[in-house]
């Protein structure tokens, strides 16, 4: 999926925009017990109510593509026939299936922990019916291309209830109160299938982590039953440990300076394109970069040998997943300085007098602790 088909999809949940029939769901203990069932329909619920349940579905489409929000791949074998592809096939086109609904709770269940909390597992089936789009990519109206059927899951930790000072109407006093158990943003869920190409893509599934470092490894192998996506933080250690490996003493500052500002630049020209696919590096794009960044040619096939190790070798890189755009920072065991990224062709190194330095101009605005300081030849 790229950005403007998960746009689409998240306009889908709104109040007066889906076909959802009813929101279903389990409340479950952080003992992994059933303590109750949800099954209700959204056209009785009071609209702000309706409003927090889709509000919960939305948040699961949320952050960003191949950070928060990964693909999940189903391989052709198990489209064709697999336990885990035909539940999730069901629940699309049966969610009222009770057992159904209870296979898949016993699923998540098994894998899904959030240590002394309780939480939510909801269930929402909607149907699409995606309209046409001519070549100036504007809808058409009472022109359909395809019905798009698919279900989003929200898996929401429930906050503890807690007792404090509350004002208490009539008595005109304040009193301890216990406000109840409330639920939170998800920190897990996925929708199925994708819809990529304004159509259903059943061989995909787009799984969503609040935590971008959480692999949530027993959730994915449970209910898809796939070696899980390296999570979006392990992938940039990753990147920067076989850098350092490959590069060896052409891991130069200048080197790296280099890179950073390249990478940079091409997400700047994504963003400007207005492109909705999520920018992308191969191996070979990348090692292109350390070239012209003045880094051998050996050195160059020894990191891309190593990506096909850590990542495999037909692994694209998801930019923002390898470097922190918004960011060029320095550290050193006593001094961390962080720069503007571009401003960073602003940043030198030299060895005066035998040791080394890091040079920054500071010829105005220079402030120590937000008083502004002069600095003098002396």
Do not use: W
Not at 298 to 322: A, D, M, Q, W, Y
Request: aromatic share 8%.
């Amino acid at each position: 999926m790229n950005q403007k088909e998960l746009n689409e999809i998240r306009r889908r949940l709104a109040f007066d925009k889906n076909c959802i029939n009813k929101i279903y769901g389990c409340f479950v203990s952080s003992t992994k017990e059933i303590i109750s069932y949800l099954d209700e329909p959204l056209s009785v619920m009071p609209q702000t109510e309706a409003e927090r349940y889709l509000g919960l579905f939305k948040k699961a489409l949320s952050g960003g593509l191949g950070r928060n929000l990964v693909d999940i791949e189903f391989s052709t074998q198990q489209v064709a026939d697999s336990e885990e592809h035909r539940l999730l096939m069901g629940l699309r086109s049966d969610m009222d299936n009770r057992e159904l609904r209870e296979e898949f709770y016993q699923k998540v269940i098994s894998s899904v922990s959030f240590g002394d909390s309780n939480y939510v597992i909801l269930l929402a089936a909607d149907v699409y019916d995606v309209p046409f789009k001519g070549t100036d990519g504007l809808g058409v109206e009472d022109a359909s291309e395809t019905m798009f059927s698919y279900f989003v899951c929200s898996i929401c930790p429930v906050n503890e209830s807690k007792t404090e000072l509350g004002y208490v109407v009539g008595e005109n006093a304040f009193h301890n109160c216990t406000f109840p158990q409330t639920v939170a943003a998800p920190e897990l869920g996925f929708m199925f299938p994708a819809f990529d190409d304004r159509a259903a893509n059943i061989y995909n599934a787009l799984m969503y982590t609040r935590d971008a470092g959480d692999a949530h490894q027993e959730f994915v192998d449970s209910v898809f039953h796939i070696e899980p996506p390296m999570p979006a933080e392990e992938q940039k250690e990753t990147f920067q440990s076989v850098l350092a490996e490959s590069l060896e003493e052409d891991c130069c500052f200048d080197v790296l300076q280099s890179v950073h500002e390249q990478i940079r630049e091409r997400l700047e020209q994504h963003k400007e394109s207005r492109d909705p696919a999520p920018l992308e590096f191969s191996q070979r794009e990348v090692g292109e970069i350390l070239e012209s960044s003045g880094v051998a040619k050996e050195r160059v096939e020894t990191f891309k040998e190593r990506c096909t190790e850590h990542f495999g070798s037909e692994k694209s890189l998801n930019p923002k997943n390898i470097i922190d755009s918004k960011k060029f920072e320095l550290v050193t065991p006593n001094v961390k300085i962080t720069v503007v990224p571009e401003a960073s062709y602003m940043v030198e190194t030299k060895i005066i007098n035998g040791r080394k330095y890091i040079l920054i101009p500071a010829d105005e605005g220079v402030m120590i602790n937000g008083v502004n300081v002069r600095i003098t030849e002396d």
